[in-house]
Nanobody, 125 residues
Framework: QVQLQESGGGSVQPGGSLRLSCAAS????????VGWFRQAPGKEREGVAT???????FYAESVEGRFTVSQDNAKNTVYLQMDFLTPKDTAMYYC???????????????????WGHGTQVTVSS
């Protein structure tokens, strides 16, 4: 019943920045953990970052210090600020949500219930 819509992807040069958005719609009373994932061609889907219902954040080692996840409850939106981008960050980025008590492993949200359709991020010269 929850729907997620990613936006903000695009093409940038190495060292550049992008801010991705994940807008959620559905039951207003819901409380969700939200995770960001990415998948490059030929590779498995990788957990990038997560924010829980208390606002705690978790990051994969590959992005910690460069990416920041935050939320705007009034807009029912979660953001992923990406700085100091490198070509290795090129991937399709997805947000996902879990409606019950969740868990995180190395920044990865375990067993999401809902997924967005993704937004492409390309980092190249």
């Amino acid at each position: 019943q929850v729907q997620l819509q990613e936006s903000g992807g695009g093409s940038v040069q190495p060292g550049g920045s992008l801010r991705l958005s994940c807008a959620a719609s559905g039951p207003a009373s819901g409380r969700y953990w939200v995770g960001w994932f990415r998948q490059a061609p030929g590779k498995e889907r990788e957990g990038v970052a997560t924010i829980d219902t208390r606002g705690n954040t978790f990051y994969a080692e590959s992005v910690e210090g460069r990416f920041t996840v935050s939320q705007d409850n009034a807009k029912n939106t979660v953001y992923l600020q990406m700085d100091f981008l490198t070509p290795k960050d090129t991937a399709m980025y997805y947000c996902a949500a879990r409606s019950a008590a969740g868990s995180v492993i190395r920044g990865r949200l375990v067993a999401p219930d809902y997924w967005g359709h993704g937004t492409q991020v390309t980092v190249s010269s």
